[in-house]
């Protein structure tokens, strides 16, 4: 069981480079977000997404584009990268009714210096 | 904007001992969810609650939520050291395009 798969787990990134952080689930979710979790805090939703070609903006999008073509792909763009944006960062989906879990990724630890 | 406080933020207990970590939040709901996630790792459902006065136990884990209090409380009972990790809650909001609204975590540690 495959679940949420993300990719890369470890990046390091220069200032002002840009990189996708790829999400994909293999079980037919319609709902898929992206969150980032800095250090012992809690999470911050950036974008989500109820199904293929919908997204909308969570908490904390500024910097962050996502776009979903299908409905097993979420990638997450990271454009001009800045310190602010080192965090952990997971994607999760959940299926469709009430009171389903949202199941989450491995994560990637980005960091940007 | 629905706030979710959690108290305590950290909580250091001996193995044996019970304690009780609450789950406050701000805006009428009925979906509550449980996770908790290793120190590296990802998180991990531990309990839905799905309407007022629902219970849930699993081993020495028992979630419950009070609507009309806006507050879910897990209970440990008799901790052992395979408890520590950090424990969110979260609430679900059907108005807002069902987003997650996360608690800022209770980082338990227990210690022989």
């Known amino acids: 069981n495959a679940g949420v798969t993300q990719t890369p787990k470890f990046r390091i990134l220069k200032i002002g480079q840009s990189m996708t952080l790829q999400c994909t689930q293999d079980?037919?979710?319609?709902?898929m977000y992206w969150y980032r979790q800095d250090p012992g805090m809690g999470l911050k939703l950036i974008y989500y997404?109820?199904?293929?070609?919908?997204?909308d903006k969570g908490e904390v999008p500024n910097g962050y584009n996502v776009s979903r073509s299908t409905t097993e792909d979420f990638p997450l763009r990271l454009e001009l990268a800045a310190p602010s944006q080192t965090s952990v960062y997971f994607c999760a989906s959940r299926g469709q009714g009430a009171g389903q879990p949202q199941h989450f990724g491995d994560g990637t630890r980005l960091s940007i210096l | 904007e629905l706030k979710v406080e959690q108290n305590p933020l950290f909580l250091s207990m001996q193995e044996g001992k019970n304690y009780t970590i609450y789950c406050n939040y701000s805006?009428?709901?009925?979906?509550l969810y449980w996770y908790r996630q290793d120190p590296g790792k990802s998180l991990e459902s531990l309990f839905v609650l799905l309407s007022n006065g629902a219970v849930k136990q699993e081993g020495r884990l028992m979630a419950s939520l009070d609507t009309k209090a806006r507050l879910s409380t897990l209970h440990i009972t008799a901790a052992v050291h395979d408890l520590s990790a950090t424990y969110f809650c979260?609430?679900?909001?059907?108005?807002?395009?069902?987003?997650?609204?996360f608690g800022t975590g209770t980082s338990l540690t227990v210690i022989p």
């Open positions: 805006t009428t709901s009925d979906r």
């Open positions: 997404s109820v199904g293929a070609g919908i997204t």
């Open positions: 079980m037919n979710h319609n709902y």
């Open positions: 979260a609430v679900d909001l059907y108005s807002t395009g069902n987003q997650f609204y």
